[in-house]
């Protein structure tokens, strides 16, 4: 089969080298590949130049939204996929894609599932939004001024008034105005402006973590190590011996993804 045989919502860009994570940046020059290998930040280099508003990696496969697109990781570089300008993409049942009001997923082109303006991220079936978060139907599911949602090992939602965990209904975590929050279902972390936290495996209970650099906290990513990026261009890994970081230099970062 050959790769044109292959759908845009199957693509992979199987990035991993042996001995070396690679992670994909979505920054206002374009979209950036890092190589990093346990906690030691290599080579990076810009791979896709356009204006990246968000990244996502899912099983090998890399997708981003940009200002003029939705472009998929291919092993030779980026493919277009015909959605237009995009804010958020994910993967969930294939490739999905919000921008302009509509949210969408990819059978042999763009169906629109819903309409849902200001999307600000995708997780799994939770789309976070200006006025909250909704299912890919559509259906608004509570909350408020939400900047991002993660689903793995339980949803956890920031928000401009704190970081909520649904149970009985969304609540409360921590308070404050969060901006970011990932997890692998079992690592978590959540940021603010000014502040990275991080949820103890033990206990479950969320505690402020010193970074090097004071720098506002645009993504975090997992693989073999722990990953964090900020909105200047620093990029810093923690493989269970503290932070150690490097100043990449690309402007407006949006997040981080390991395929």
Known sequence: MSDEDISLDEKRVYA?????TTAFLATGAGVARVEVSADIVGEFALRERCTARDVVADDGRLAVATTEDVLVGTGEGFEATGFGPADAVGYHNGLLAAGEGRLARYEDGW?????VGDVRAI????VA???????LDGTHVGLDAVDDVTTAGG???ATATGLYYLANGWMTALEGAFRVVDSDGGRAHAATADALYEREAVDGEWAEIELPVEEAVAGVAYADATYVVTESG???ANAGDGWRHRSLGLPAVAGVAVP
């Open 16 to 20: 991993d080298r042996e001995g070396a």
């Open 111 to 115: 169906e629109t599932l819903a309409h």
């Open 123 to 126: 997780d799994g079936d939770m």
């Open 129 to 135: 939004a200006a006025d909250g978060i909704y299912r």
């Open 155 to 157: 949803p956890l939602a």
């Open 234 to 236: 620093t990029f810093l």
